[in-house]
């Protein structure tokens, strides 16, 4: 049986084609989410341009297919309407009454009344408007297109129990076959069946069909040694050539910028593999502006890139190198470049190392378009913790992070791993799984 979904403004704005994505049910636009839209249209952000999307394929629907306010059929086999009411609704429970929830809410309602008894699902990734539709007796979901809960994030590490002898043939040749359908790139932990702290660590090569060894110094990477067998999963996913895009998660603490900067550093300084270095993340303000602190460009940036210099100034602070602030020559050489994300739309990045920190508070869409960016021979690695969000249009299931590494699974280009152990300090362990 065919449904009616009403979508909520944010619907849109995070994903413009989310009208497309109904399968043959009847999809209804408020008017008032229109006019919500064409609030953001002028902005320069992904918001502004999500909203300048919405508007195009609205127009694109109407030319060919006529009156929107009459409905229009989608591909899909069902249809598109905006929906005007004969006068601007009330929701009697409102405190607010002339709210644009409210107004959009009860939307639905009247949609449904119109509806003939057709299901009729208010569709919003606001969590309080959810609970106000149910409260009032409206069936409502989130979007759950291109949604990945934390639950079922795939931590990208698998443990297999096999003979000692097999182990032992793992140590002497560097590799092993196994019967075991495993993705590609897949970590994996031997585990002796008969003695479990028998152990060796290895990565699945779907070109060999094998597993192989991890290919981590044992002198460690730029003064940087693994210290569980997460981080010695992230350095070899790291440092491989071969692998182009990297996803790291995990919660504070967990080593997942330090290890991507030091490998960055091996690949780039070191061997040469890369021309340059470029380490980014997105400027949230949370109501601060950029336009607000004093300076150039370079000192506006300052506090938002600080934790990378921190943790650039510990990597040449260790390992006798060459002093806690070695990094500027490189830094004006041009070997090592960290810039905000916001010019990235447009550019070409061959032959690079490309980090891009704080991924969680991207959107998908950011996340492709920063992935498109690359050029022959450019590795990416995005690193971030999904419950350290500060966007507000993304939580820990929609943001780009999660997304990117869910639908490059078993991709032999891509490697993912999620890291659970802090090793910062005993505190901020602590800290981390209390608090």
Do not use: C
Not at 56 to 74: E, F, H, I, T
Not at 164 to 178: N, P, R, T
């Amino acid at each position: 049986m065919k449904k009616n979904y009403v979508l909520d403004t944010n619907i849109l704005l995070h994903d413009p084609r989310a009208m497309h994505r109904f399968e043959d049910n009847d999809v209804i636009i408020p008017i008032f989410v229109i006019e919500e839209v064409d609030q953001f249209k002028r902005e320069g952000s992904e918001r502004g341009r999500n909203a300048r999307e919405v508007a195009r394929l609205l127009d694109q629907l109407r030319d060919q297919g006529g009156s929107l306010s009459k409905g229009v059929a989608l591909k899909g086999g069902g249809s598109l309407r905006v929906a005007v009411p004969a006068k601007f609704p009330q929701l009697q429970s409102a405190i607010d009454k002339t709210a644009m929830d409210a107004a959009i809410l009860q939307t639905a309602f009247d949609v449904r009344e119109q509806g003939g008894g057709r299901p009729t699902i208010f569709v919003t990734m606001d969590t309080n408007l959810r609970i106000r539709a149910d409260a009032l007796g409206m069936p409502s979901e989130t979007y759950e297109n291109m949604r990945v809960e934390a639950e079922h994030l795939d931590t990208g590490k698998i443990e297999i129990d096999v003979d000692k002898s097999q182990i032992d043939e793992f140590f002497q040749k560097g590799e092993l076959g196994v019967k075991q359908e495993l993705g590609a790139n897949m970590s994996v932990m031997l585990k002796d069946g008969t003695n479990p702290s028998h152990t060796a660590l290895g990565r699945f090569d779907a070109t060999k069909g094998k597993i192989v060894a991890l290919r981590v110094p044992r002198e460690g990477v730029i003064g940087v040694r693994p210290r569980n067998k997460e981080q010695s999963f992230a350095l070899d996913l790291l440092l491989d050539e071969s692998i182009r895009l990297v996803t790291l998660v995990g919660k504070a603490g967990t080593g997942k910028t330090l290890l991507a900067l030091a490998a960055g550093l091996r690949r780039t300084v070191e061997e040469g593999t890369y021309s340059r270095m470029l380490v980014s993340r997105p400027v949230m303000p949370l109501g601060r502006d950029l336009g607000f602190l004093p300076g150039d460009v370079d000192d506006k940036l300052n506090p938002w890139m600080q934790p990378i210099f921190d943790n650039l100034e510990f990597l040449f602070s260790t390992g006798s190198r060459k002093g806690p602030r070695a990094y500027a020559e490189l830094l004006e050489s041009g070997q090592i470049q960290v810039e905000p994300l916001t010019y990235i739309r447009g550019r070409s990045l061959p032959q690079q190392y490309m980090i891009v920190d704080e991924a969680q508070n991207l959107t998908p869409h950011e996340v492709k378009t920063i992935i498109t960016r690359s050029g022959d021979g450019t590795k990416i690695v995005f690193t971030g913790d999904p419950d350290q969000i500060d966007n507000p249009y993304v939580d820990a299931a929609s943001n780009g992070l999660t997304i990117a590494a869910d639908k490059f699974r078993g991709n032999k280009l891509a490697g993912h791993i999620v890291l659970a152990k802090g090793e910062r300090s005993e505190l901020a362990e602590v800290a981390s799984n209390l608090m």
